[in-house]
């Protein structure tokens, strides 16, 4: 049976605990189309998947509750998640929803919704829809039940849609890129957008089964790309995630350009461009060597608790387009409403051709810190908080603090997802990095 997984902006609690099953599924979408019209009247709800063998089943069982709920339902098939969020949008559909468990295992599978304009729904209406998890099913009348189609043209819309946010007459010809699709749901849409854009192109990990997604391939396993770049002697090497809203990229070198570094490149290049709309939002993660970086070079930057979602807020709030973490979720609002590995990795490559600089020339203005992290297992029904509150802690965590002064900077998270708090310490001296962050660990396990 398919494991439960639910992302950040996928509904929780309600079935959380148990397996997920075509009952459970049926129900959701019922309680989503219900919600729907209670907000905007009966329409239509775009459903897309990603590649992995359990997106036949529940799709099937998403478009029946939706149906009962009265809602006309359009099927996209595999597609990235950002590709689902810009045709809701440009479809005028009341919703969308992915059907896809990310970077996991092909056995986990999960659901997301978009609202009308292409964004994550609000807390306020997956509280809606949760409570309705929670009542029995009203199936509506007859004559009421929804309508299925499937949208044909799906791919080859988002292919035009990301070749839309480069400029016009910028082309890649020249250009020697490896693609890896890491036999997600970008299998179609990434290869036919390079191409077109005349890059000559590599690509591998681009014939999915259902049960390869993410299997030792991908930004999660991107050593297979990075041996294709120096086999073929490409320029640069793009890997996505099972769902494509994440990118990370390979230089000609065969090095890793993360998440930090692209946001970086994308960022400065825009600056040296006096094209850069306000600053640029990270996470509590992101490296401390971006930072200084952009600080160095006059770029306002402010973090956000991990999370797209927390990205988004800070960009919005502050009327900013550039925000991102290091796993490769790069925000770019200018372009696009969310996340979107296709889209980023154009803006790098575009940057590449307007400096005429290689990849690891852009990246190497921004110096990665060397970063170590420990994480100290709690006892069970530990309160995370309140060890990090501690007096010997907070000491350990000050001592590290007054060491790595103005070249470093200390974390202490507890984590949202198993009984750990992550000590997280980054700096310019490696040996006072990893010094720092067993001092502080050994304190937290003391206080245990």
């Known amino acids: 049976m398919t494991k439960p997984f639910f992302g950040t902006d996928g509904i929780r609690g309600a079935v959380g605990v148990e397996p997920i099953t075509p009952k459970t599924i049926v129900h959701l979408g019922w309680a989503l189309g219900t919600v729907v019209k209670r907000h905007y009247g009966k329409g239509s709800v775009l459903v897309g998947k990603d590649t992995r063998v359990s997106g036949y089943l529940l799709e099937s069982a998403m478009e029946a509750g939706l149906s009962s709920a009265g809602m006309d339902v359009t099927m996209l098939g595999p597609l990235p998640t950002p590709a689902i969020a810009y045709l809701t949008q440009t479809a005028r559909a009341n919703a969308g929803v992915v059907i896809s468990a990310s970077h996991n295992h092909y056995s986990d599978n999960g659901i997301k919704f978009f609202s009308p304009d292409g964004t994550k729904i609000s807390d306020e209406f997956q509280l809606e829809i949760e409570v309705l998890m929670g009542e029995l099913m009203e199936v509506v009348e007859a004559q009421e039940l929804g309508k299925a189609h499937r949208m044909d043209d799906a791919v080859g819309r988002y292919v035009e849609f990301c070749k839309g946010t480069i400029p ?12 890896d699709c890491a036999n997600g749901a970008a299998y179609q849409s990434a290869p036919a957008a390079l191409h077109e854009l005349g890059a000559d192109i590599h690509v591998i990990n681009n014939q999915p089964n259902g049960f390869n997604i993410n299997n030792g391939c991908g930004s999660t396993h991107i050593e297979g790309l990075q041996k294709l770049v120096l086999e073929k002697n490409c320029d640069v090497g793009i890997a996505f995630d099972g769902d494509a809203d994440r990118v990370l990229m390979v230089d000609a070198h065969g090095d890793v350009v993360d998440g ?7 960022a400065d290049s825009l600056r040296k461009q006096q094209r850069l709309k306000g600053g640029v939002v990270g996470t509590l993660m992101s490296n401390f060597g971006m930072e200084k970086a952009l600080q160095e070079r006059g770029i306002p930057f402010v973090r956000a608790k991990v999370g797209d979602r927390y990205v988004m807020q800070e ?28 889209v980023s990795a154009l803006q790098v490559l575009t940057q590449m051709k307007f400096m005429q600089q290689p990849l690891h020339e852009l990246a190497s203005e921004m110096p ?11 006892p069970q029904g530990t309160n995370a908080a309140s060890v990090v509150e501690l007096k010997e802690v907070k000491q350990a965590v000050s001592q590290a603090e007054t060491a790595l002064a103005d070249t ?25 990095v990893k010094s720092a962050c067993e001092d502080i660990s050994i304190a937290v396990k003391n206080q245990l």
Not at 170 to 179: E, H, Q, S, T
Not at 315 to 342: F, M, P
Not at 408 to 429: A, F, H, K, N, Y
């Open 168 to 179: 016009r007459r910028m082309d890649f010809k020249g250009l020697k890129v490896a693609i």
């Open 315 to 342: 960009l919005k709030a502050r009327d900013w387009v550039l925000g991102g973490e290091s796993s490769g979720h790069i925000i770019c609002l200018d372009k696009t409403t969310t996340g979107d590995g296709l």
């Open 368 to 378: 990665m810190y060397p970063q170590t992290m420990i994480n100290v297992r709690l």
């Open 260 to 266: 930090d570094q692209l946001l970086f490149v994308i």
């Open 408 to 432: 470093g900077r200390v974390l202490l998270r507890p984590s949202g997802t198993e009984p750990v708090i992550r000590v997280m310490v980054e700096g310019q001296d490696d040996t006072l």
